[in-house]
């Protein structure tokens, strides 16, 4: 359990979209909170949003509210984070992680998180 990895980043223009993904084991998803986060450089790392395992709520900062969404499907066990409106500084790796939480929390850093993906690059141009 705990193993993640993220797909679905790339070079977009701003106003653009992406949808990243988070393929993790069954088990994963049915036990661990999962959240995405971002780092961008020179700059500490960000989290972005959170799903429960338990209910299937989730969480968004206001900063990318209405912009960003994550969901889950089960069949694929793949998390994602549609990301619509995409601007220059959105660029960053995007990172999502997993916790053995039944309700996510997403503190500013993710420093609570115990199980991360490599990482996928997403680069918004102007």
């Known amino acids: 359990q705990g193993h993640l990895v993220e797909s679905g980043g790339g070079l977009v223009q701003a106003g653009g979209s992406l949808r990243l993904s988070c393929e993790a084991s069954?088990?994963?998803?049915?036990?661990?909170?999962i959240g995405w986060f971002r780092q961008a450089p020179g700059k500490e790392r960000e989290g972005l949003s959170c799903?429960?395992?338990?209910?299937?709520?989730?969480y968004i900062v206001d900063s990318v509210k209405g912009r960003f969404t994550i969901s889950r499907d089960n069949a694929k066990n793949t998390l994602y984070l549609q990301m619509n409106s995409l601007k220059p500084e959105d660029t960053a790796v995007y990172y999502c992680?997993?916790?053995?939480?039944?309700?996510?929390?997403?503190?500013?850093?993710?420093?609570?998180?115990?199980?991360w993906g490599q990482g996928t690059q997403v680069t918004v141009s102007s």
């Open positions: 992680a997993a916790k053995h939480l039944t309700f996510c929390v997403l503190g500013p850093h993710g420093y609570e998180y115990d199980y």
């Open positions: 799903i429960s395992p338990s209910d299937g709520s989730t």
């Open positions: 069954r088990y994963t998803l049915d036990y661990y909170a």
